[in-house]
């Protein structure tokens, strides 16, 4: 059974800096695809930013292109989101999510994490 935790969320001010950890329990198979999502109040889910778990392959949502940076810990099976010159725009809940496709769909991803808040003061 697959488990993903969130940790790392926190109020900041625009042009701040945070990092977001995924944690996940259980195997990640090499082929797996480990996704960031965020929701933020009346609004969908939207992708932010994905990574393959054996190649390393990246996507970005335009909105966050440049300014963050999914990276993996393989040992530590344990996903990170750097999130440099924030933004009010980026206050969010933020997901974790696992899947086995490249995909910005949510839909895409079976597996997914409680959420962490990050709020972006102007």
């Known amino acids: 059974q697959v488990q993903l935790e969130e940790s790392g969320g926190g109020l900041v001010q625009a042009g701040g800096s945070l990092r977001l950890s995924c944690a996940a329990s259980g195997r990640i198979y090499s082929s797996s695809v480990m996704g960031w999502f965020r929701q933020a109040p009346g609004k969908e889910r939207e992708f932010v930013a994905l990574i393959r778990w054996n190649t390393g392959r990246t996507l970005f949502a335009n909105s966050v292109k440049g300014r963050f940076t999914i990276s993996k810990v393989s040992a530590e099976n344990t996903v990170y989101l750097q999130m440099d010159s924030l933004k009010p725009e980026d206050t969010a809940v933020y997901y974790c999510?696992?899947?086995?496709?490249?995909?910005?769909?949510?839909?895409?991803?079976?597996?997914w994490g409680q959420g962490t808040q990050v709020t972006v003061s102007s």
């Open positions: 999510a696992r899947g086995s496709q490249f995909s910005s769909g949510p839909s895409e991803y079976p597996y």
